[in-house]
């Protein structure tokens, strides 16, 4: 008996979600296509694309071509994702912890081998003076420094430490200089001040952050040194707390050139007041007798 025509299929439409397999390295719809009987297939030509199709095999006739259900995606090969760039990964916290030890190691050497607020404290006093306050051309006239009493200033009366009056009063210092152009005029001049000599009187204390203003005012100068008064005044009340006398000893030139640097002509020194003038002939006094004491008196007179 003769067999009936073969009919032919028509070829596969090409699926919606093809490229996504391909990518994937799934199965297209033509490898889900599997003979039905066992036994060994021939080797499948590669397409185009690289991927390999099923040739449909035949089968039995009442049988027809069987569709295989598609294997478990376990068993699929999942072909890797393409590698993507590395992002930097954040610090541990462990390497956060040690720098931050670090730090805190370094301020407290800071402030235990150095006077860390005294150092942090002129400087910012002198660009203050320099850039946010107005020149004072008046070298006599009376400038002021803003302070508080804090809890390091005080001793174990619980009152400002006889100390922390000299630190203050430095620190004003440097700024009425700064602001009137003495060091301006000592740098000009390849020349420096240095403090020779202080006398501290003590009126009244200054109490626990008690505001206070130190005003500060040149009294003179002769052919060695320029002479400065600082007063602590309470803001509370006016009272005067502190009266300090310093002696800043110039090194390198006269304080006449350095005035005359400044007013750009030669200025006559002022008249010292009769108490500053007992303190500078005590000076005098303890200075040849240090001298003698020492030996170097007749050192001196002989040169």
Do not use: I
């Given at each position: 008996m003769p067999r009936p025509p073969r009919r032919k299929r028509k070829p596969l439409a090409p699926a919606w979600d093809e490229p996504l397999r391909?990518?994937?390295?799934?199965?297209?719809?033509?490898?889900?296509?599997?003979?039905?009987?066992?036994?060994?297939?021939p080797p499948q030509p590669a397409s185009r694309d690289g991927s390999f199709r099923q040739r449909?095999?035949?089968?039995?006739?009442?049988?027809?071509?069987?569709?295989?259900?598609?294997p478990p995606a376990a068993t699929l090969r999942a072909e890797p994702a393409p590698a993507l760039t590395a992002l930097p990964r954040p610090a541990p916290a462990a390497t956060m912890l040690?720098?931050?030890?670090?730090?805190?190691?370094?301020?407290?050497?800071?402030?235990?081998?150095?006077?860390?607020?005294?150092?942090?404290?002129?400087p910012c006093a002198v660009l203050r003076a320099r850039l946010l306050q107005p020149r004072v051309r008046?070298?006599?006239?009376?400038?002021?420094?803003?302070?508080?009493?804090?809890?390091?200033?005080?001793?174990?009366?619980?009152?400002?430490?006889n100390a922390r009056y000299l630190r203050e009063a430095d620190v004003a210092r440097i700024a009425h200089l700064a602001r009137c152009g003495v060091l301006e005029g000592l740098r000009a001049l390849g020349a420096r001040a240095v403090l020779a000599a202080s006398c501290a009187r003590y009126r009244r204390s200054l109490r626990l952050f008690e505001p206070f203003e130190v005003r500060t005012r040149l009294l003179g100068w002769d052919?060695?040194?320029f002479y400065m008064e600082a007063r602590f005044i309470s803001l509370r009340d006016g009272f005067v707390c502190a009266l300090l006398?310093?002696?800043?000893?110039?090194?390198?030139?006269?304080?006449?050139?350095?005035?005359?640097?400044?007013?750009?002509?030669?200025?006559?020194?002022?008249?010292?007041?009769?108490d500053l003038q007992h303190w500078i002939a005590y000076n005098e006094a303890s200075s040849q007798l240090i001298r003698a004491e020492s030996g170097l008196h007749d050192v001196l007179k002989e040169q």
């Open positions: 391909a990518w994937r390295g799934a199965p297209r719809r033509e490898e889900v296509l599997r003979p039905a009987a066992t036994g060994a297939s449909n095999s035949r089968v039995p006739r009442r049988a027809g071509r069987a569709l295989e259900p598609a040690e720098l931050l030890v670090a730090l805190l190691a370094l301020a407290l050497a800071y402030f235990a081998l150095l006077d860390g607020w005294y150092l942090v404290r002129v008046d070298l006599l006239a009376e400038q002021s420094y803003a302070g508080r009493v804090l809890p390091s200033d005080l001793d174990l009366l619980l009152h400002m430490n052919d060695r040194a006398r310093s002696r800043q000893h110039v090194l390198g030139t006269s304080p006449e050139r350095v005035v005359q640097h400044l007013c750009k002509r030669r200025v006559e020194p002022p008249e010292l007041p009769a």
